[in-house]
């Protein structure tokens, strides 16, 4: 297999200067880009504001025109029709035609697919029960807060089923229930369903949860290239889990560290719960108490179409339930969910399957994106204390 | 197809919920509903009533869908690229041209579903309207056949003025009345025999004969016309007499004769007639009158001893003969103006490939405008020009804007010459060519070349790059 068969998106030299109405240089946004994103993999294009990383995805979507260099994507030209075919997209705001409801939004979609009109309607259906608007599904689009207009934008974004996915911060604007469900759903239809995903964010804990390959753009220019495991791991760290150790224990390992390697312990500390978890239990206390909300409920399972695979309806139902397990994603979240278990036992699965806040620095970062990062997530306080639509009304969860 | 049509649903469910449409749908319905009852027309007549009926009504939904179609295409896709909202779009797999094309078909969509309710409207109301009891003597009748009986017309073969003028001229020379004249004298002395000529070429001076022609198979593309006069037992010679002095309520005595003293079976009886001045009157002519080469000749003998009778305007004389009915003539004045429309649509939307929203409105606007006057636009240009030795209005700017204004103009289509409604307020026929002409002058070139513009622009067009 040549690596043209393997690459699904390929920029060499891709350059976009935007130029004033006099043809003066500028802006250069994108700076000889070279990008090689491979099949089945996520990839996260990182980068800080202004760094070129959604004019990058408007050239691969054909919005924008490349000044210099060259783009392939799913071996065409990217404006071809054919491509977008094969495409799902979101873009960084949702872009929805407010007039519309739920329902027609997804259907106007799926009629440029071409998808005929039964097997629209099931989409359709299947989508607003997967992002949680199906009781919504007649609200205008305009009525919706930005997490819920984020939730049919996503649905739009994959109508068709799409052979490549991209993301431009698709976290942005959700809660932490939607981040998580959000997640969950890159990691299926990467594993499961074996599709590309392009995931474009400044949020750097959602991208490391799902991940496979990043690369970090500043100043329209590459930075660096390569696996998160390769480039986050730091080989001069080394990291020690237990159970809940006294005080002169932990005296005792310090003096025997040092006096048999010769090395300082750096930090000794004990994990915290992580404020998502927290955050995902109490929604989900409130929704077994059947509350009342105006807005989004949380998702249901993932749509049917998308878990479908010509291997047969037994492959199908192992997917469909694998995924919708979702410790194998955030192991964390279930036990804290489970009234049962001990506390102690929860400290110790954290303590197994997580690392402290140095150790974090020391941790491989794992491949497989159910590796949670134990610290308090950055993304989730994001969008807890930063989200716009906290600040409006009951539509709001 | 399907993806065109999509688009098309789309705009039109965009134009109806943004409330655009809506608020001139409202108006429009409005104007429909209440106009049967509060029309008065001059106060006494139904035919009155009824024409202004058909003149406001037709008139205020064309003018109002005019506005709805440049307000709604310039306003979805510039509004659309400036909204981001065709980002997404667009990254679907449906080419640019299929989407402007399905705006396109959703704005003329929109536009024949309104006209379709304003063609019911107008036969419902008409029925109405015609169904009032008459209070004037005749009423009825003139309501059946001014109104409602479409007529169609041939108007008078004019002479070659130019060859009159000569003959003048030759005749001055004999009888010495003039001297040797300058080229430009005589060029003017011609011009001003001309308007002579035309002047007098309607008028009946007292105590004299006149002699008028109808060429029944004169323009090749009338050639079915004739035929379809011939096959009437009668035609109508529609007079509407003047008095040179101004005289209003005379009454002017005339002796009507006609056929072609060549072929004598084509003469008629000579019939004595009164004519109140001012007013239309329909002479009934039988067919057998027409000649051989589908001539008619109309001899007019003023009775008068002092008084002439001229007969001013194209439509103050003319032969006409009844042809369809009312609501398939309404029908295709509705057609003429949805070709108006959808030339409008493709006008908007291609402006709106590339400018803002108000500035794509002011540039269709501005051609709404020179389309609507074009003929007057055309002679003001004319006017500007420095006659002899006289300097240039426009001085040294005179030249180039006339030159830029005659282009623009020249380039813009003539509204007026598809502007049926005149026709149906006086009962006469609209043409199926002028069906045809507008449909294909206004659609498939006109617009047709809007339309592949606007899709080239959109295509080339980098949507997500940052203008302002």
């Known amino acids: ?397 | 197809m399907s993806r065109i049509w999509a688009v098309a649903r789309h705009m039109i469910a965009e134009s109806i919920r943004t409330k655009v449409a809506l608020l001139f749908i409202a108006i429009i319905l409005i104007i429909l509903l209440t106009l049967p009852f509060t029309v008065t027309g001059d106060g006494l007549t139904i035919k009155s009533r009824l024409q202004n009926y058909l003149a406001y009504s037709l008139g205020s939904v064309g003018a109002l869908l005019s506005l709805l179609t440049v307000f709604l295409s310039c306003g979805t896709l510039s509004n659309e690229i400036s909204g981001k909202y065709l980002f997404l779009v667009v990254s679907k797999p449906i080419p640019r041209w299929q989407l402007f094309v399905g705006k396109w078909v959703g704005v003329v969509t929109l536009n024949g579903v309104m006209l379709l309710v304003t063609f019911a409207a107008a036969l419902a109301s008409t029925w109405y309207i015609k169904n009032r009891p008459a209070t004037v003597p005749g009423d009825a009748e003139a309501v059946q056949k001014e109104v409602l009986e479409v007529r169609h017309n041939f108007r008078l073969h004019q002479p070659n003025w130019n060859q009159l003028a000569q003959e003048r001229l030759r005749q001055l020379r004999e009888a010495g009345a003039i001297e040797k004249l300058s080229p430009e004298e005589e060029k003017a002395l011609i011009a001003r025999l001309i308007e002579e000529a035309k002047s007098g070429w309607r008028t009946l001076r007292p105590r004299q004969w006149h002699l008028f022609e109808f060429r029944l198979s004169e323009i090749a593309v009338d050639r079915r016309r004739h035929a379809d006069a011939l096959e009437q037992d009668y035609v109508f010679l529609h007079i509407k007499p003047r008095h040179p002095g101004g005289t209003e309520d005379a009454v002017l005595q005339a002796v009507i004769a006609c056929g072609d003293p060549r072929e004598p079976q084509t003469l008629t009886r000579e019939v004595t007639a009164d004519f109140v001045v001012e007013r239309f009157h329909d002479i009934p002519i039988p067919t057998f009158a027409v000649n051989s080469r589908n001539t008619l000749y109309v001899q007019i003998f003023n009775l008068s001893d002092k008084d002439s009778i001229t007969f001013e305007g194209d439509d103050c004389f003319e032969l006409l003969y009844p042809l369809g009915t009312f609501h398939w003539n309404t029908l295709r004045a509705i057609m003429i103006t949805w070709s108006r429309l959808a030339f409008l649509a493709a006008l908007g939307l291609m402006m709106s490939s590339f400018l803002s929203f108000p500035v794509a409105c002011m540039a269709s606007f501005l051609v709404l405008a020179a389309a609507s006057m074009k003929k007057w636009l055309a002679d003001a240009f004319e006017w500007t020009i420095p006659q002899g030795t006289r300097e240039d209005p426009m001085w040294i700017f005179g030249p180039p804007m006339r030159l830029i204004g005659r282009a623009f103009v020249n380039l813009v289509p003539d509204f007026t010459h598809y502007d049926a409604v005149s026709n149906i307020v006086g009962g006469r026929y609209v043409p199926a060519f002028w069906v045809l002409q507008a449909l294909v002058l206004l659609l498939l070139v006109q617009g047709a070349v809007l339309i592949i513009i606007g899709c080239v622009v959109l295509t080339r067009r980098e949507l997500a790059r940052v203008t302002a």
């Not at chain 1, 210099?68 to 071809?80: H, N, S, Y």
């Not at chain 1, 799902?88 to 035609?97: A, W």
């Not at chain 1, 001069?236 to 224990?249: G, Y």
């Not at chain 1, 003096?255 to 719960?273: A, K, L, N, W, Y």
């Open chain 1, 1 to 397: 297999m040549s690596s043209n068969d393997l690459s699904v998106i390929q920029t060499a030299g891709l350059t976009k200067v935007f130029k004033d109405f006099w043809h003066r240089q500028r802006v250069v946004a994108v700076d000889k880009l070279d990008l090689d994103i491979h099949k089945d993999e996520v990839f996260g294009l990182l980068g800080p504001n202004g760094s070129g990383k959604t004019t990058t995805i408007k050239m691969l979507l054909g919005l924008l025109y490349p000044t210099r260099g060259r783009i392939q994507v799913l071996g065409r030209a990217p404006t071809d029709v054919e491509v977008k075919s094969r495409i799902g997209f979101l873009p960084e705001e949702s872009y929805l035609y407010q007039f519309l409801d739920a329902r027609e939004t997804l259907d106007y979609y799926g009629r440029l697919f071409r998808i005929p009109r039964q097997e629209r309607r099931r989409r359709v259906e299947q989508l607003l029960e997967m992002t949680g608007l199906g009781r919504e599904a007649r609200r205008r689009v305009g009525e919706y807060s930005k997490g819920m207009a984020r939730r049919i934008g996503l649905a739009q974004a994959l109508i068709n089923d799409p052979d490549l996915l991209i993301l431009d911060e698709p976290t942005s604007g959700l809660d932490p229930v939607g981040t998580r469900e959000i997640k969950d759903l890159i990691v299926f239809l990467n594993r499961e369903k074996r599709k590309t995903i392009l995931l474009c964010s400044h949020l750097l804990a959602d991208v490391e949860d799902v991940c496979q390959r990043v690369a970090v753009l500043y100043g329209g220019r590459l930075q660096a290239l390569g696996p998160i495991r390769e480039l986050l791991s730091q080989e001069n760290l080394t990291q020690i889990t237990t159970e809940k150790l006294n005080p002169d224990s932990v005296d005792r390992i310090r003096r025997i560290i040092e006096r048999e390697e010769g090395r300082q312990v750096i930090s000794v500390s004990t994990p915290s719960d992580r404020l998502e978890t927290f955050f995902l239990r109490i929604v989900r206390q409130a929704q077994q108490l059947r509350q009342t909300t105006s807005g989004a409920t949380v998702g249901g399972r993932i749509a049917e179409f998308l878990t479908e695979s010509p291997v047969g309806e037994a492959v199908v139902e192992s997917l469909v339930a694998a995924a919708s397990k979702p410790e194998r994603v955030e192991p964390a979240a279930q036990p804290a969910a489970e009234p049962g278990e001990s506390a102690a036992t929860e400290v110790l699965k954290e303590l197994i399957s997580s690392s402290s806040a140095v150790a974090e620095a020391t941790s491989p970062v794992e491949n497989e994106p159910s590796a949670p990062v134990p610290q308090i997530d950055e993304s989730v306080i994001d969008s807890l204390m930063n989200r716009a639509d906290r600040k409006t009304g009951p539509s709001k969860e």
